[in-house]
């Protein structure tokens, strides 16, 4: 059985792209942050349906602890597939906090580039070893990097994003000579719990975003969730170094 491990699957894009993966016949190791019940569902969901899953707590901002996370997946392998490598990883886990660029802090900034940037990096760098060559990567970026996707208070999450763009191209580039793929998938409006949950608590702006998007609404979860879990599979097996906006024609 073929290994994925999935970042931030707790809830959101995440959690779908677990499960969607998980459906195709795929192992699934998946990390959660400060929702280990959400982590601990998503298992409980993929197992409920005849997949095989193991939630593992992981904070991306803090990529002292990668080593050590890298240990932990290196036995959940042995223990759970009889193996000592795996396949397919989605660098999903993240937050978005926005400000203008006037009222942003350093431990704002900071942050946001620990998680969004800076954790995919070294994160990757840590597990490439255990990655089997021929395998895939796909991270979230957001479309808040392309023209059409600029809103005000975004600069800070917008710019680790589209460092992570470049990112994702430099590691299809390096990471090709081992045969391992590497895209990114830009979400735009999305019904998560992103930026604490946003669209529960202002309801309001769904109709407006809905109104700029061409095919009528917001997205889902599972509309990025399937994308990710096409890209990780055989079928995008000639697909590598794109960065692929599901968006629903935001701003088109």
């Keep these: 059985m073929k290994v994925a491990i999935v970042t931030g699957a707790s809830s959101g894009i995440g959690r779908s792209a677990a499960i969607e993966i998980a459906k195709r016949g795929i192992g ?22 005849g997949g095989t899953a193991v939630a593992l707590p992981l904070d991306v901002g803090e990529s002292g602890t990668f080593a050590a996370f890298r240990d932990t997946v290196t036995g959940v392998l042995c223990d759970t597939w009889l193996r000592d490598t795996f ?9 978005a906090q926005t400000s203008l660029i ?20 070294f994160l990757t760098q840590r597990l490439l070893p255990l990655m089997t060559d021929g395998g895939a990567i796909v991270n979230t970026s957001s479309n808040s990097t392309a ?50 949950d946003a669209f529960t608590r202002f309801p309001e ?9 061409a095919l009528g609404r917001v997205g889902e979860p599972d509309d990025i969730g399937a994308m990710i879990a096409t890209l990780v599979s055989d079928e995008s097996r000639w697909v590598t170094a794109q960065n692929i906006e599901v968006s629903g024609g935001y701003n088109l």
């Design 28 to 49: 699934v190791i998946l990390t959660y942050g400060n929702n280990p019940h959400g982590g601990l569902e998503t298992a409980a969901v993929i197992q409920k349906e």
């Design 87 to 95: 396949d397919y990883l989605v660098n999903n886990a993240g937050f």
């Design 102 to 121: 006037e009222d942003t802090t350093e431990e704002t900034f900071d942050r946001l580039m620990r998680v969004l940037l800076k954790g995919p990096y």
């Design 147 to 196: 023209t059409a996707g600029l809103e005000p208070g975004y600069s800070a999450y917008a710019s680790m994003k589209g460092g992570l763009d470049v990112l994702t191209r430099y590691m299809a580039k390096e990471f090709s000579t081992r045969g391992i793929r590497v895209n990114s998938v830009s979400p735009g409006s999305t019904r998560t719990r992103i930026a604490d």
């Design 205 to 213: 702006v769904i109709p407006a975003l809905a109104a700029r998007t």
